[in-house]
């Protein structure tokens, strides 16, 4: 129940493109869905997040859309650019009270071509 | 601030000899994580502290493993013996207690163990 499923595991867009990334999830008590963007020899880091309370969020050429009734929860990248190359990993968590710990999807590896 | 600070960034040892990574995380936060990244099994968490405290050890693989955090802005994992299915890039993060998600990675310690 812990589990948290990203598909697809590599994904190649050519420049202009939309990225498509899915996650889901089965733990209901989920509460927060954060993605980390990472790019070779770097850390981890957030780009975007969304809790259960809305459906969409968008900053920037990145939207977050979030479906509660089928436990799904996908990142859209509008216009990709070779820059946005990078492995992207959804994630989620469920509060504070059971410790906030971070479970990641597999994660993705996006290539925008030129 | 200078982020959370890892070291080494890189780390070359011989099966059986005593790994030592260090962490520092961003001053006021006070929530540590470490976690494990491998292609193999993505991003595991190991374990987690919340004010120096460990709460969450239930990721450390095994008794060859373990992890301290002497003070606010120290932390140190350990591996002895090691073993070469212990080579990975380890993460630290960290984040403000009670803000649910928002985890600040380091650039890693990358192990290899021959």
């Known amino acids: 129940q812990q589990q948290v499923k990203q598909s697809p595991q590599s994904l190649i867009v050519q420049k202009g493109g939309i990225s498509i990334i899915n996650c889901a999830y089965e733990n209901t008590a989920f509460d927060y869905f954060p993605w980390y963007q990472q790019f070779p020899g770097k850390g981890p880091a957030l780009l975007i997040a969304i809790r259960p309370d809305v459906s969409e969020k968008k900053e920037g050429r990145f939207t977050i859309s979030f479906n509660k009734s089928a436990k799904q929860f996908s990142l859209h990248i509008m216009d990709s650019q070779p820059g946005d190359s990078a492995t992207y990993f959804c994630?989620?968590?469920?509060?504070?009270?059971?410790?906030?710990?971070?479970?990641f999807g597999e994660g993705t590896q996006l290539t925008v071509n030129p | 601030d200078a982020g959370v600070i890892q070291s080494p960034r890189h780390e070359v040892t011989e099966m059986g000899q005593e790994v030592t990574l260090r962490c520092k995380p961003i001053?006021?936060?006070?929530?540590l994580f470490w976690y494990r990244q491998t292609m193999m099994r993505g991003l595991e968490l190991l374990i987690y502290f919340n004010n120096n405290v460990p709460i969450d050890d239930s990721g450390m693989p095994e008794d060859r493993f373990s992890a301290k955090m002497p003070n606010a802005s120290f932390s140190t994992l350990k591996i002895q013996p090691s073993e070469p299915r212990d080579s990975a890039v380890y993460f630290c993060a960290s984040r403000l207690q009670g803000y649910t998600g928002e985890l600040f990675f380091g650039e890693g310690s990358r192990l290899t163990v021959l």
């Open positions: 994630a989620a968590s469920r509060g504070e009270t059971s410790g906030s710990r971070l479970t």
């Open positions: 001053s006021g936060h006070n929530s």
